[in-house]
């Protein structure tokens, strides 16, 4: 698992943001297109990608798109 | 003095399934009358040229293929122009008594009529193929609520896109992406012969209805067209029964 592919999966959960805006550092609540919606999708592109099961609480726990990675890769 | 039309379609990009035969080939005929580049799906090359002939204007373009293929509906969305409007159109009649189901009869069905528009529909949103402001029409039939001997799988089948279409619509309204099915009775198209009836038989049918007649494909262009057009921005999550008067 590489940060840069994952935050690449991350960005492509969107439709209105541009990849160019989401960054290992990007605090993704603040984004305007992050909602419950997205969060969903990150759930289902984790599970695909990287075969493994988070939820939304573990995402909401998170502040940056590294924190996820983080959490993500000591599962 | 400019023309009030807010049913034109003139500017948006409209992918239609099924458009090789019936009620497909009448919604691409009438979304070409009303302006709108048409991309035309079916899978008989032929048949979808035949289609093109009958359609007035501007560069339409054709994409051949199955939609019951996933391989096919990956390559054909990869090909496709970033879209505004969908209409998925292409399905299968058939008449089975519920005794005599065999486990292909429901693949069958349920293959084209369900699996195949929310595969496309989900690869067209993976490769994020439908531009803001979209909408999305899914042809349904009146059969999800009115019950007909030998027709519980197609029933099935279309009850289950409605269902379908009503979490995409909450999904999908973010983005200001409309969707609607459209739910006609018997409609004049190969398909209705599929039930083993006679012509002449169904010419009896159709004087029960209180408009005295079937409907005809361009029926269903028109109403798709209200729903592919800005007549309409206000309207997702419904389901519009065209009936000519029938229950």
New interface residues.
Partial sequence: MELNDFIANFADQF??TDASEIQADTRFHDLEEW?S?TAMGIIAMVRTKYDKAVTGREIRDCETVEDIFNMIAAK | METFNPFSLEGKTVLVTGASAGIGRGIAVTCAKMGAMVVINGRNEQRVKETLGMMDGREHLLAVGDLTDAEAIIQLVGDLPKLDGIVHCAGIGTRVLCRNVAETDIDEVFNTNFKAPVLLQTEILRQ?KLN?GGSIVFIASISNESPSVGNALYAASKGAVIAYANCLQL?LA??QIRVNCISPAMVWTDLIFKGGLTEDELHEDEQKYPLKRYGRPEDIANLTVYLLSDASVWMTGSNVKITGGSN
């Fill in positions: 439709d209105e909602s919606l | 994020k803001k999904e973010p983005r």
